[in-house]
């Protein structure tokens, strides 16, 4: 039996020391086989774009990129993890050839100049003699670990490495009253003059762009903000009736539905 899984990735994440090209630098652990890095040569000092020791330490060595596990069976409670690979690399190409129980798997990853492109293929092969079922216990039967590095270490880092990657949205209240007006300010790098709020353009200055906006019906209002570069943040605000018609609503509905109308009892009226 085998299986082929087959992942391609373009010139955005790129790659290190074992398989380097003008696009990728691709460093793979000579003991795991697990990728260590992908950063793009052009830089220095640059992001690596997987989870490893060096960036996330609490990160387990098996859950390094492209290592995984199977479902083999109860004899392995239904986890049989790969690791140790015999790794031969030749040309643009490395290949890890793991064995765990009956299951081979041969992951090759390469690089290629003509596309731009990072090739890995995983190929899973039974050697035993007996069939193996790798989707016995459904989506939990077969892993295979990418942790792209997607986190931020803390507060710090974030706004002094990340903050202008943000949209920042600031205003008065975030909790406003039926047809109360109110003004959203917007910064960061993403911002600009073709920014829109729920399809609406909003306006700006040297420094900020704003959106000048009007509350509607009680309850929960989403603003979506879109930018040029396609992506969207959501502002949420609260609307709330004003205090008169709450207080007058709220009268209204004891009166129809939370007095006690039996007659002749203590609670009468109440």
């Not at 790659?15 to 793979?28: G, N």
Request: proline letters at 4%; one cysteine or more; a negative charge.
């Amino acid at each position: 039996m085998k299986a082929t899984l087959l992942l391609c990735l373009s010139v955005v994440v790129a790659a290190a020391i074992d398989l380097d090209s003008h696009d990728f630098r691709i460093s793979i652990n000579d003991k795991t086989g697990a990728i260590d890095k992908i950063t793009d040569p052009r830089f220095e000092n640059v992001m690596n774009w997987v989870s490893t020791g060096s960036n996330a330490p609490w990160l387990p060595t098996g859950s390094r990129w492209g290592l995984g596990y199977a479902d083999l069976g109860q004899y392995s409670l239904h986890r049989s993890f790969w690791n140790f690979p015999r790794i031969t690399k030749h040309d643009n190409t490395i290949d890890a050839v793991y064995n765990a129980g009956p299951m081979e798997l041969w992951v090759s990853r390469s690089i290629n100049h003509a596309n731009q492109s990072f090739t890995e293929s995983y190929t899973f092969t039974n050697k035993g003699a007996t069939p193996l079922k790798l989707d016995s216990r459904g989506t939990t039967s077969l892993a295979i670990y990418t942790p792209f590095n997607d986190h931020y270490t803390n507060t710090s880092d974030c706004s002094a490495v990340h903050s202008e990657q943000f949209v920042r949205i600031e205003t008065d209240n975030y909790t406003t009253i039926t047809k109360e007006t109110g003004s959203i300010s917007l910064t960061g790098a993403p911002v600009n003059a073709n920014t829109k709020i729920s399809g609406q353009a909003v306006q700006c200055d040297d420094d900020k762009c704003y959106y000048n906006f009007t509350a509607g019906r009680p309850g929960r209002t989403n603003l979506v903000v879109t930018t040029e570069n396609g992506y969207n943040s959501t502002i949420f605000l609260n609307v709330v009736p004003r205090y008169d018609d709450l207080i007058a609503s709220r009268t209204q509905f004891i009166i129809e539905n939370q007095q006690d109308l039996t007659p002749d009892t203590p609670a009468e009226g109440a």
